[in-house]
């Protein structure tokens, strides 16, 4: 327990960072369909690029995260 | 206009990912099935056998995808072209081993870019059709002969090869120069004969590869004794100049092939077989040999 957050927590937390990894891949990818669409005018287009690259850091956070938590105990 | 027949399976229990994905390949004409569960996968898998691709999300809150993965690979044993994709939203030591105790084909990390979701089901596709060709030539009589000639030829075209690099090792005094010189003409057939037979059967769409040509040119080269400028090394290839090019780099980079300065000409430079890439190239012609038998 490294991290210090007792054990019996970290199979939640690991749950809910699964769910907002979900939540940020189904958002980075409705984004990156928009901006393959040919229709999107060139301001919309700067604020689509920055929203995905906005859920590219968090999903690079998320990441460090799990890596803070360290591997699964095995089941 | 008829529709393409869906040779894609999603499955995820989230549902707008599952539209999401589906939108993304349908934009390349791939259509899909999806499921929202490990139940209904495997219910759609029994009754589509044209399924060749089963894309699945591991970490599912009412669904291991692993196991799911694992439960696939056995009921369906008798459909070895299935091509598993893992989708995972972390990089772990659990998910590789998982990977490749199912022979994945790939696996896809959340969030997934469309570019790498459509050459990932592409690569897929692909490698299962070449898969369901294979099988089906062996178990057509025709393709079965077929089959057994390109592996006699992988044989003997193997056996060539250790012959030259035992000679290059000394390990064996060299051929008398009449005896190799039938040999050398004898390879050079043979590899012909290989390279059309693999594009008979597996089409040149399959394996468009420009490097595999280059090697299978500097391998016959390399045993009729002759030198290949960079230059008609490229030409070998069939591909553009530029790809050509990048693909020797590759070949080089890999310490497959390397360049040789030409002793009367500075300025000209030849690449030749690595004694790896010899040795590989053995290795592969035998493994096929081997894979070709085995399926025929």
Redesign the interface.
Known sequence: MPHGIPDAQVSDIR?L??DV??E???????L??ML?ADSVGAQSRDSLEESLEA??KA?GA??QV?IILG??APS | MESPVARVLIVDDEVRALRLMSRVLGSSAIACHTAESAADALAILRQAPDIDVVLSDIYMPTTDGIEFLGTVRREFADRPWLQLLLVTGQASLETAVAAMRLEASDYLFKPIEPKSLRESVQHALTRAESIRKVRSAAADPTGSRELLQIADTAKALAEDMRRTIEQDSGRREPAASGRAEDTNLRTLKLLQKLQEARSSIFGEAVMPEPAWEMLAELMRARLAGQHLSVTSLALSSKSPMTTALRRIEDLIQGGLAARMPDPGDRRRTYVELTAEGMARMQLFLEGFARTALASS
Request: glycine share 0%; with cysteine.
């Open positions: 749950r960072l699964h990894n979900d940020l891949s189904i958002a980075a990818l409705q990156e369909m393959e859920c590219r999903a998320l990441r799990w591997p699964r």
